[in-house]
């Protein structure tokens, strides 16, 4: 009977706290009458109560004994699951975790017998009792019967907690190699012809090879086909390729009881464009001469499994030295990072947090820095060699090679995330690494892992505390024994040789391992605060630096600034407490020389990087305002002219930093904001913000000039206009200042006493700008004055009108494109720009003998300037498609439209061509090509003055900072060519567009 309306009956009110979820919907299946013999016993419903979903494994139940053929069949199997708490614990249990499983047992009604044995927890099957369980198996029909009735036995002792979830992965994994026997026997039985010709070794791989495998998942194999005695090779390779084929197929089809799993042959040698069966001595071959760093790191776990296993036995033998060689191939470890972060990014961004696999702190994480250490470290120890991760990961702790306490925690978090991989698939045996997202879901997920009081909240908590710890200890792992061996502290942990951690600094890339463990042994030994602080940073920063193209500069120079501040009490706090900048520090100090080499003259500056809220943060570059306004106060309080450029300097110093550092982490990205910076607001912010640093340094300097030459007033207005790239807001870190200098006398005043002050401002600013300094130069260049080097530095503006009107060339015009003033007397500067417009953007645009006048500078200058021996097709500035080539198509467009486009007005570059292309005088696909090679040609010249400490127009030859400069571009390690083609291309695309634009071709 069912309860009245409005009242609920005892049974419902029991079923909910057994932990239903739809109890009206249980209470209806309880009344059914394949349950009325025991619809109100307790036991049944206590033990639906234990299962990871009870709705789920009530609603099995009764499909299952719908199934049965009989009464008798039902009642007897009722008794069964009363009577034997074992069966019952299984039964249910594999019903309340997998629908899968629940619709194999209504399809095959009698195999819930195979959970009616009952193992002790010290005895578990392995190949051969599932050899046993999958021998009559005739068909590929039949066997997937029986593999999934092993599948139950297997999924029955997982849920109930007779095994563990490394138990539970070895069952999975000798189940695998009893299958594929059984298929490589079917597919044998079919075609004995082709079986006595060869002999044929399925080597297993992956976590198969592993005795780690999942559920639900591609079990992979690499074939190695001999022929018999006498037999032709060929021919008993084709035979060897047909049974391998028939043999996959019979696993990965698809049939009536669904398929088993797919298996993948793609990790033999040439991947799927390779021939699916090679001979032991072709295998070899293609290892010694072909393979990359990956495919070593999955030959691992390489276990034979089927068909001729002495054969698969010489397989392993032939090829186990050469993966214990794979440590010493250059860019080792950078290879095997480059494809985990390959991993990473080939992760839909929806799915992300979801990916309990791939995702950071997943599984991944773990099983690629075990298997990256057994590399390093398994050449010289044997009890490394283990292809299964966690007993790898024992082997590591019992070596010294990872901290105990690490490894215990890194092992419990791996069976844990395993744990939740298989109740996942085991579900709907699916293959699958995402976490659910319904509630329903997590609950039983939860259940099934023995989360009870509050399941979801409990998982999600648990999961995201196990993640963060694998995240952690990934990179933490390669580093904490290092310091372990050098930080001479008592420990109860076995230790790293010292030519153990030799070894591990070189495969990680640092080319100097006993410098580096000296800087090691200086910043963490001992029993200080200041060591103890470090020995918890270094870790993690030691991976940022290996992550870099010079491991060692980075380790040096952090050496060198704790050196310098160790002392300090902010210092280490900053580094240790604000997330962003220990990450950024180690991004600065291991990108090149620049930005260290201002952070060593200012140590203090490293406070700049823990501004803000990670990215670049507090590290945006100032205005110019606001850095005039602190230089002209700095300025104030000095004593002399000298004194105050020194000020001033130091400001330019610290502010150099600050925009060099928000280059490099925009280009590097962090941990919290992942480097997928727009390349062109980079540039810009670079070209800004130290265009805007050097206006204010001249503004500074001429204020030090005149004040301690003249007092408050000088004789004569007074402006400095900036040219070429400087007036462009287009500087890079080590550009020259292009300048015009141009005065008026006061009204009154002596005009000879007027010029011989504005020529006496001139030399003083330039000679206290060209002092010696360890700073970066400011270089002042006035060539593109009027008459050039012969002519005067400084001119009033009526000489400057009246030479314009008079002599001024083509090339002159051009060249006032990118004039602005940028320090001294703003009405003058004003008029000098009023009066130059007319010549830049004439009224009636360039006539052809002006264009080919400027064609031809162009053509000559080309010719001429290039500097011999360089490449031109790299060359940033004169080369095809590159500064030049784009700034001249420009600035031609500029002087022919721009008396009437005003967007063409412009002194800088981009906008230039932004404005041409909104006005239709530029097409869009052409105003890109242009663009993006100029943002690429400026990004070169920028890297090439971080990374080696000086300016240059093409890229290094030196092969690391080449290897730098394509960090600062975003390329990995090995990308060098990847990088130097793209540059080609680019320029190539915008070489064309300037041969259709410039020259008219």
Not at 433 to 454: F, I, N, Y
Not at 740 to 755: C, I, K, M, T, Y
Request: charged fraction near 25%; charge should be neutral.
């Amino acid at each position: 009977m069912t309860a009245a309306p409005g009242r609920r009956s005892s049974t419902f009110t029991r079923l909910l706290r057994h932990g239903f979820i739809d109890p009206s919907a249980a209470e209806r299946l309880l009344e059914s009458a394949e349950l009325s013999p025991v619809r109100n016993d307790p036991v049944l419903l206590e033990a639906l109560g234990r299962t990871p979903d009870p709705d789920l494994a009530l609603h099995g139940l009764v499909r299952l004994l719908e199934a049965q053929p009989g009464a008798t069949a039902r009642r007897g199997l009722l008794d069964m699951v009363i009577a034997a708490k074992p069966l019952r614990d299984r039964l249910l249990g594999v019903l309340g975790a997998s629908a899968a499983l629940a619709d194999h047992l209504a399809r095959h009604p009698r195999d819930w017998e195979a959970l009616v044995t009952y193992e002790p927890r010290d005895l578990h099957p392995g190949v051969e009792e599932f050899e046993r369980g999958l021998a009559e198996a005739s068909d590929p029909v039949s066997l997937r019967i029986a593999y999934r009735r092993c599948l139950l036995a297997i999924a029955a002792r997982d849920v109930c907690g007779t095994t563990d979830v490394a138990e539970t992965a070895a069952e999975l994994a000798d189940l695998a190699t009893a299958t594929l026997r059984a298929a490589l026997g079917l597919a044998c039985a079919a075609a004995p012809d082709d079986a006595a010709l060869c002999r044929l070794a399925v080597i297993a791989m992956g976590k198969c090879g592993g005795h780690e495998l999942n559920y639900v998942s591609d079990v992979d194999v690499i074939f190695v086909g001999e022929a018999v005695d006498g037999a032709d090779e060929g021919k008993a390779l084709r035979a060897a390729t047909k049974l391998a084929s028939h043999m996959m197929r019979i696993c990965s089809e698809t049939t009536v009881e669904g398929s088993i799993w797919p298996v993948d042959a793609n990790l033999r040698p040439e991947g799927r464009n390779g021939p699916l069966v090679r001979t032991l001595s072709s295998h070899v071959a293609y290892y010694q001469r072909w393979a990359k760093t990956w495919e070593f790191q999955a030959l691992l776990k390489a276990r034979p499994v089927a068909g001729d296993l002495a054969l698969g036995e010489e397989y392993v033998a032939a090829v186990e030295p050469l993966v214990w060689q794979a440590a010493e191939r250059e860019n080792f470890v950078a290879d095997v990072q480059k494809m985990r972060r390959r991993v990473v990014e080939n992760i839909p961004v929806a799915e992300v947090e979801r990916e309990l696999k791939l995702g950071p702190g997943g599984l991944r994480d773990v099983e690629f820095a075990v298997q990256l250490l057994q590399l390093v470290h398994g050449r010289a120890d044997a009890s490394l060699r283990s292809g299964t991760t966690l007993d790898a990961l024992q082997a590591l702790a019992a070596g010294g090679y990872v901290g105990r306490a690490d490894a215990v925690q890194l092992d419990e978090a791996y069976r844990f995330l395993r744990s939740m991989e298989h109740r996942i698939q085991l579900y709907r045996l699916r293959r699958t690494h995402l976490v659910p997202e319904g509630e329903a879901d997590q609950r039983r997920l939860g259940r099934s892992l023995g989360l009870r009081t509050d399941p979801v909240g409990e998982l999600n908590r648990e999961w995201k505390r196990h993640a963060a710890v694998v995240r952690r200890l990934h990179e933490k792992l390669f580093y904490r024994p290092l310091l372990d061996a050098v930080a001479q502290l008592p420990s109860g942990e076995a230790r790293l040789s010292s030519e153990a951690a030799r070894e591990r600094l070189v495969a990680l890339g640092y080319a100097d391992p006993a410098a580096a463990l000296r800087h090691l042994e200086a910043l963490a030994s001992g029993v200080t605060r200041k060591a103890a602080i470090q020995r918890t940073l270094l870790p993690v920063l030691l991976g940022w630096f290996a992550d870099s193209a010079d491991p060692d500069a980075g380790l040096l120079n952090f050496r060198k600034v704790s050196d310098a501040l160790g002392r300090t009490p902010w210092y280490l706090r900053l580094l240790r407490d604000e997330g962003a900048a220990a990450e950024n520090l180690a991004r600065v100090l291991s990108a090149g020389r620049l930005a260290p080499d201002l952070l060593m003259r200012a140590p203090e500056a490293v406070a700049l990087l823990g501004d803000g809220d990670g990215g670049v943060g507090g590290l945006e570059p100032r205005g110019r305002a606001h850095l005039e306004q602190e230089i002209l106060a700095a300025v104030g309080r000095a004593e002399g002219a000298a004194q105050a450029v020194t000020a001033a300097r130091g400001v330019r110093r610290r502010e150099l930093f600050r925009t060099a550092a928000a280059d490099i982490v925009g280009s590097y990205g962090t941990e919290a904001q992942p480097a997928e910076a727009d390349q062109g607001a980079l540039v810009d912010l670079v070209g800004g913000a130290v265009s805007d640093l050097t206006a204010a340094t001249l503004a500074g300097t001429l204020r030090a000039v005149v004040r301690e030459g003249w007092g408050d007033t000088l004789p004569t207005r007074f402006a400095i206009i900036g040219m070429g790239r400087f007036g462009g807001h287009e500087l890079g870190y080590g550009s020259d200042a292009d300048v015009l200098f141009v005065h008026e006398p006061w009204e009154g005043a002596d005009e000879q006493e007027a010029a011989r002050a504005a020529n006496a401002v001139v030399a003083e600013v330039r000679r206290l700008l060209q002092i010696p300094s360890a700073d970066p130069p400011l270089l002042i260049d006035a060539d593109l004055r009027p008459e050039g080097k012969s002519g005067p530095l400084v001119r009033t503006l009526k000489s400057y009108e009246a030479y314009y009107r008079r002599w001024s060339l083509v090339w002159e015009s051009q060249a006032l494109l990118r004039a602005e003033p940028v320090a001294g007397d703003e009405d003058l500067g004003r008029r000098f720009v009023e009066l130059i417009d007319p010549l830049r953007y004439p009224k009636a645009g360039l006539g052809a003998d002006a264009v080919r006048e400027i064609r031809r500078l162009k053509a000559r200058m080309e010719s001429e300037r290039l500097p011999r021996g360089s490449d031109p097709k790299l060359h940033t500035k004169l080369g095809p498609g590159g500064l030049s080539d784009v700034e001249w198509t420009a600035q031609l467009l500029q002087m022919r439209h721009g008396a009437e486009v005003a967007g063409l007005r412009t002194t800088r570059t981009r906008a230039a061509l932004a404005a041409a292309r909104a006005a239709g005088l530029l097409a869009q696909e052409d105003a890109a090509t242009l663009d993006e090679a100029w943002v690429l040609a400026t990004r070169v010249r920028n890297a090439v003055m971080l990374v080696r400490g000086r300016a240059g127009d093409t890229f290094p030859s030196d092969a690391r900072e080449l290897a730098a400069v394509g960090r600062y571009l975003g390329y990995g390690p090995g990308q060098v060519g990847a990088m130097l083609d793209d540059y080609r291309r680019t320029a190539r695309r915008a070489r064309g567009v300037v041969e259709a634009l410039f020259y008219g071709g």
